[in-house]
């Protein structure tokens, strides 16, 4: 008889312990959840602790309440001046109405892809309002905004508040920036040749003037040295004038001396046949 009671309360137990496991459950400070009946949403659950559901017929689906990113691939979008750019976005978000998160999306992979859709939409329609000057101008922060309020705005309809859009990166696609280095290389190649040109002409320009100033400065310092020379040879002779003037003997017997070192020197090898009674040996014959 013991036994039997032994096992029954043993059965009451274990049926307890089973009933209480399915009923309690724990949402951690990180989560939210959701108690299903019959796949019904029954309520929804924000504050952390531990909660009761009833055993067996309701499940409790959990939500992460912190802030998440997302980060989609970037997309190629043409602006309103018919640019294209490969625009790379990221998006803060956070799970704030899990009861109409549930209705929409259900699970959070399910949330990203249509969060990702609303993202990508948004961008297109807002940048596709607006030029690349406008982007790189002050009114980036307005076009910003005006992304952020879109993306908002849709993001609600799932249960979900967005905290911020950002674009990471704009840039030209790859064949365009291709094709754009191209065209400033071959603009940068013309400006060269240019300024080689420019400057092969201003160069030939400097060598004709400094050839000029150089002509005109020899034949001033040829005039100068004519003018010099004629001065000094003036000089010379005035002087030999006035030497001559008065000595006339000691002049002659001078300049004799002065012919017979130009004649009789034997540097060009030059010979000279006199006869020893002609005047120009008259000094030799004299003793005083």
């Keep these: 008889m013991q036994d039997k009671i032994k096992i029954t309360l043993g059965i009451i137990l274990a049926a307890v312990l089973i009933v209480a496991a399915d009923s309690l459950f724990v949402v951690a400070q990180t989560e939210q959840a959701i108690i299903l009946q019959f796949g019904e949403p029954m309520r929804e659950i924000k504050e952390p602790g531990l909660k009761v559901k009833a055993p067996f017929i309701q499940k409790v689906i959990f939500y992460d309440n912190r802030l998440l990113n997302l980060e989609p691939p970037a997309q190629e979008v043409v602006l309103n001046d018919k640019k294209r750019l490969d625009v790379d976005n990221f998006t803060r978000y956070r799970i704030v109405d899990p009861l109409k998160f549930y209705q929409t999306v259900r699970t959070e992979v399910q949330a990203r892809s249509k969060l990702e859709e609303i993202v990508n939409s948004s961008v297109r329609k807002v940048l596709g309002r607006s030029t690349l000057q406008e982007l790189l101008s002050s009114q980036r922060t307005q076009i910003m905004a005006d992304i952020s309020n879109a993306v908002k705005l849709d993001a609600e309809q799932i249960g979900v508040n967005v905290a911020d859009v950002r674009i990471r990166r704009a840039d030209l696609p790859v064949e365009v920036l291709q094709a754009i280095n191209a065209?400033?290389?071959?603009?940068?190649?013309?400006?060269?040749?240019?300024?080689?040109?420019?400057?092969?002409?201003?160069?030939?320009?400097?060598?004709?003037?400094?050839?000029?100033?150089?002509?005109?400065?020899?034949?001033?310092?040829?005039?100068?040295?004519?003018?010099?020379?004629?001065?000094?040879?003036?000089?010379?002779?005035?002087?030999?004038?006035?030497?001559?003037?008065?000595?006339?003997?000691?002049?002659?017997?001078?300049r004799s001396l002065e012919a017979y070192k130009n004649s009789l020197s034997d540097k060009d090898g030059t010979s000279l046949v006199l006869s020893p009674d002609s005047e120009f040996f008259r000094y030799f014959k004299q003793t005083r």
């Excluded at 603009?187 to 320009?205: D, I, L, S, V, Y």
């Excluded at 050839?211 to 001065?231: F, M, N, T």
Aim: proline share 1%; net charge positive.
């Design 183 to 254: 065209r400033m290389k071959t603009e940068r190649e013309r400006e060269a040749k240019e300024f080689r040109a420019t400057g092969q002409q201003e160069a030939q320009k400097i060598r004709a003037e400094a050839e000029k100033e150089r002509a005109v400065i020899i034949a001033e310092a040829e005039k100068q040295a004519q003018i010099i020379r004629g001065e000094g040879d003036r000089q010379a002779i005035e002087i030999w004038n006035k030497a001559a003037g008065i000595d006339p003997r000691f002049f002659a017997f001078y």
